[in-house]
């Protein structure tokens, strides 16, 4: 992935970095993932069934563009799931994303679907 450079809005910082962390998934096998704070880092989860293992943190300048990039592609202003498409390596994925109440705090899984019989030349 190229280095993004100080003309690039904090919209499309955001969305690379997220773009980045599904690809890790995708790379790493998992099709479950989790966003979610602790102790003041936003820390994205790798999960098979109920377990989950912590794998990268998202930069404290872009979290939460990075939460506001999820909800606005997602389309969750005012429901607590959606569905986001997105290309991943080459290949066209859905993005099932579901909010929920973590300690008084937002946290996110996501579910990666690709989709098949489409790849992106």
């Known amino acids: 992935m190229k280095r993004l450079g100080q003309g690039q809005s904090m919209s499309d910082r955001a969305f690379h970095e997220l773009v980045r962390v599904l690809e ?13 704070r602790k102790d003041r880092e936003l820390m994205v989860f790798h999960q098979t069934g109920d377990f989950g293992l912590g794998v ?57 679907r690709e989709r098949k019989g489409t790849t992106v030349q």
């Not at 890790?24 to 979610?36: C, D, R």
């Not at 979290?63 to 066209?92: C, D, I, W, Y």
Request: aromatic letters at 6%; a negative charge.
């Open 56 to 112: 990268t943190r998202i930069p404290e300048d872009l979290q939460q563009a990075v939460l506001e990039e999820l909800a606005k592609r997602a389309r969750l202003a005012r429901r607590s799931k959606g569905k986001m498409p997105v290309t991943l390596l080459g290949k066209e994925f859905e993005v099932v994303v579901e909010e929920f109440d973590s300690f008084g705090e937002s946290a996110f899984n996501l579910s990666l």
């Open 24 to 36: 890790e998934a995708v790379q790493a096998g998992v099709t479950s993932l989790g966003l979610e």
